[in-house]
């Protein structure tokens, strides 16, 4: 790990809600920056019990004993103008140098951005101006790109618009998914951002403002896009569960027989292979084992092998275990939507 600059005597406000935001607020309590205020969601219901949780920010918050608001919204004309006004008055009074947002959830106001002395700076996921927007590890895996990294924004009202401070580049991994990279990116935003913050407040930062070429938007995540197509290329498609696992996962549906009903799969890893091989619309969803310990599913182009699965309900299992409990045979199939162009 890299050694943090000291931001000893700057004030810096901290708005962030998961688990990537959290490490970013540890390497500020680590700098010795004062973090008067942390702004994060409202407790949100979770888990099979549908609990109110608190997140990764709020609990490191008040582990450190750090003052915490969540206003369900900031905006003064909004729905909840009293929240915003509170929230306001919270910022206001805490005498910012600058404020760190990472991965909040909530649109911040011209009045928010215009409150610190120094800004507000974004730590964003992507190497933008590619992959703007909610979801760009997500996007990134299942585009199949060959890097990514860090991006230190000065923010501005646009949607990841503002000019670049910093920018670091990783490659993605063949294996990495969404969980893995975002741990790398967590690790790496926490430290550049402390850096941005010295050197702006030595006023040696050189913003650069973002290409008007290769902009691309990472939508949110909609859980109808979980369901693979197989329609599409196994190469694709293997990237799609690579993009989608932790969440929402990717699924597939083996096809009713006489002797089961239909069932859902959830799949957590798999590969492609015969990448080249074109495979006709009425052929595809077509399950093949091989040796009892793995199992592909044929595509547009080529074939996936699922290597771990899990049913509605049970326990994630390697594929050898999968078909131990499955009574599964070569020849069964599973759900093909209608045909579509392969991709």
């Not at 290329?233 to 929402?248: E, G, H, W």
């Not at 080529?302 to 326990?315: F, I, M, P």
Request: glycine fraction near 8%; include cysteine; charge should be neutral.
């Amino acid at each position: 790990m890299r050694e943090l600059a000291s931001l000893a005597g700057l004030r810096v406000g901290f708005a962030g809600t998961p688990e990537f935001a959290a490490a970013a607020l540890a390497s500020l309590i680590e700098s010795g920056a004062t973090i008067p205020l942390v702004l994060t969601q409202p407790d949100r219901p979770a888990g099979r019990g549908m609990k109110l949780q608190a997140s990764a920010v709020k609990a490191l918050a008040l582990a450190q004993g750090l003052q915490l608001s969540q206003p369900r919204s900031l905006r003064l004309d909004g729905k909840f103008p009293e929240e915003a006004a509170m929230g306001r008055a919270a910022l206001k009074s805490a005498e910012l140098d600058a404020l760190v947002v990472a991965a909040y959830g909530l649109i911040l106001p011209q009045w928010v951005l215009d409150t610190p002395r120094l800004g507000c700076f974004n730590i964003h996921a992507s190497l933008l101006p590619r992959w703007r927007g909610a979801a760009p590890i997500h996007r990134a895996i299942e585009a199949q790109d060959a890097e990514t990294g860090i991006t230190i924004m000065q923010m501005d009202a646009g949607l990841d618009t503002g000019d670049r401070l910093l920018t670091e580049r990783i490659a993605i991994a063949s294996e990495d998914t969404t969980q893995s990279l975002h741990d790398k990116l967590a690790a790496l935003g926490g430290p550049m951002v402390v850096q941005a913050l010295a050197r702006a407040r030595r006023g040696e930062l050189q913003p650069q403002k973002q290409p008007e070429t290769g902009i691309t938007y990472a939508h949110k995540i909609d859980k109808a896009e979980a369901e693979l197509d197989l329609n599409r290329s196994a190469q694709s498609l293997a990237a799609q569960v690579r993009a989608f696992n932790p969440a929402p996962g990717a699924w597939l549906t083996r096809a009713a027989t006489p002797e089961q009903p239909a069932e859902v799969w959830k799949i957590w890893q798999c590969y492609a292979i015969n990448s080249t091989k074109h495979c006709e619309y009425q052929d595809r969803g077509l399950i093949s084992l091989q040796n009892g310990s793995e199992f592909t599913v044929s595509t547009a182009q080529g074939s996936l092998v699922l290597t771990e699965l899990q049913r509605a309900g049970g326990k994630r299992l390697s594929a050898a275990e999968f078909l131990r409990g499955a009574a599964l045979e070569s020849g069964e199939r599973v759900h093909v939507r209608s045909e579509s162009p392969a991709a």
